[in-house]
């Protein structure tokens, strides 16, 4: 059949001859599915696949979630990816984060510590908004908003210098942050646990526990951070966690510095429901090989670029060099091809004057450059959303870069999408389909690939998922077949209290760092 496409992604049809859909055959205004952000799974249908997974009002889908038992523990989120309307329905609050348990057995510093789920979000301004230091995005904490002009901060009660367990995921559509907690004015370290949802000891493979000190955390649209936070004394008079100016460039968004959470200490203060286990074994892998130590089978470059002539038709690119600019289109072909197990190098350029962010589907990558120059240790994680700093349109400066190593390995033969995760960027074009084929079609895998790791499709366990005309939202803990809704610590607003979910149901089966 047929295939059209419109930039605000409505009234699409599918390209029936290349790919069946996966549910309906068409997008339009109630249009939802689902991506679980950051998991290694399959891009197959009723999995985490979101280029031709439509499911619209009235209609009923089943997602089954396999989640490898060597994903790495941490943080995920998933929300609704639908081209053309991803930033409108998340900055409507449809997000919720996905936790995989066993961080206390790579980082048993964890151990004991009472756990805080913390979610932000961005919302669009009043249309009264006039200030010229307004930001470009209201935003909240697990839904208690932070407003402009008084930025009242939301409010967590704790015991005087108590360790906490924060597990802190910016599920904004655009907002972008810069985290640093201060007492009294006094900037406060914090101990990183885990970026993107994997402990920041898994680079290499191994599991040797490590902990990273930091006084300020860019986190970028998307982005996770696990971190253990010290509480205020009973002394202090203002501790406050704060995301401060970030500077996105000419063209880019708004973002000062605003409270976000005051914390409040106090002898009497509730700890949270959940309580991270004692390790119950060392484990001796969490899914992510060395890649350091392999050669890469090919490098690639990857180019943000953007046109803004028209303010009532943005374009927005995301291009493989050599390729013709084209906007996202689900009928187009792959622009990259690729073989599972292959390791490649892929260099992401930015040629516009605001920064991006780029996220790819299924898979993390390690950083190894940025700007041309390798990465300390510090940064030398795997993520899987990087910023890429925007051009000074200078034309004696080289264009902004970030290098990245790709592993695709697991159980993710298909087609899925990489993108800039600046919603509005990628609903306006930039975003491409990448493909990736069964290591024993034309070609092997990467030559390094025999490193003992294999992937075992038996060793899954499932988290099922029924969607209809909404999207669910709340809480998942996976618990290597098991999942449940659970109710979150409290957190406080001048709206009064607020827990994140109240249903107890169980069923069986960037990040730069200063």
Not at 360 to 380: A, C, R, Y
Not at 404 to 413: P, Y
Not at 466 to 494: F, M, P
Request: charged share 20%.
């Amino acid at each position: 059949g047929s295939s059209s496409s419109s930039s605000s992604g409505m009234n699409m049809k599918m390209n029936m001859k290349s790919d069946p859909a996966c549910g309906s055959t068409h997008i339009d205004s109630s249009s939802i599915n689902v991506h679980f952000h950051g998991s290694h799974s399959s891009p197959a249908c009723h999995r985490d696949e979101v280029i031709r997974t439509i499911v619209n009002h009235g209609d009923s889908f089943t997602y089954d979630l396999l989640i490898p038992t060597n994903q790495p523990p941490g943080l995920y989120w998933y929300h609704p990816h639908i081209h053309g309307r991803s930033e409108l329905v998340l900055q409507g609050g449809a997000s919720g984060t996905l936790v995989v348990e066993g961080i206390e057995n790579i980082q048993p510093a964890v151990a004991g510590l009472p756990e805080q789920i913390l979610v932000f979000r961005d919302s669009v301004l009043p249309p009264n908004v006039t200030g010229s230091d307004a930001p470009a995005w209201d935003i909240s904490v697990n839904y208690v908003p932070i407003l402009y002009p008084s930025y009242t901060p939301a409010k967590i009660s704790m015991k005087p210098e108590q360790k906490q367990f924060w597990r802190v995921l910016n599920s904004a559509a655009d907002l972008t942050m810069k985290l640093q907690l201060q007492y009294d004015g006094v900037v406060q370290t914090i101990q990183i646990v885990s970026l993107d949802g994997v402990p920041i000891t898994s680079k290499d493979g191994k599991n040797t526990p490590t902990l990273l000190n930091a006084t300020s955390i860019f986190l970028a649209a998307a982005g996770r951070v696990e971190f253990i936070i010290t509480g205020p004394s009973i002394d202090v008079k203002e501790a406050t966690l704060f995301t401060l100016f970030v500077d996105t460039g000419p063209d880019g968004d708004s973002d000062p510095t605003r409270p976000l959470i005051r914390i409040i200490p106090d002898v009497n203060a509730t700890d949270p429901s959940i309580i991270i286990p004692n390790p119950t074994k060392p484990q001796t892998g969490v899914g992510m090989r060395d890649v350091l130590q392999m050669t890469p089978k090919t490098t690639r470059k990857l180019i943000f670029t953007e046109n803004l002539d028209n303010p009532d038709d943005q374009k927005f690119y995301v291009t493989v060099e050599g390729q013709q600019i084209a906007l996202y289109n689900m009928s187009l072909p792959p622009a990259i091809t690729t073989y599972q197990g292959s390791v490649e190098d892929w260099i992401i350029e930015n040629q516009s004057h605001e920064i991006h962010f780029f996220h790819i589907h299924q898979i993390h990558f390690l950083l190894l450059e940025k700007n041309g120059k390798s990465v300390s240790n510090l940064d030398q994680n795997y993520m899987d959303n990087v910023d890429v700093d925007y051009w000074s349109g200078n034309k004696s400066d080289p264009y902004p870069s970030v290098k990245l190593r790709m592993d695709f390995t697991g159980d993710i033969v298909g087609k899925f999408v990489y993108h800039c995760h600046i919603l509005e960027h990628e609903d306006k074009g930039m975003m491409a389909i990448i493909q990736v084929l069964p290591s024993n079609t034309t070609e092997n895998s990467s030559d390094d690939d025999d490193d003992g790791f294999k992937w075992n499709p038996w060793t899954y366990g499932t988290i099922t998922l029924g969607v209809t005309t909404a999207l669910l939202i709340g809480y998942i803990v996976y618990r290597r077949n098991k999942y449940s809704w659970i109710r979150k610590s409290k957190i406080v607003g001048e709206y009064g209290p607020y827990s994140q979910h109240i249903s107890k149901k169980e069923a069986n089966n960037e990040p730069l760092i200063a």
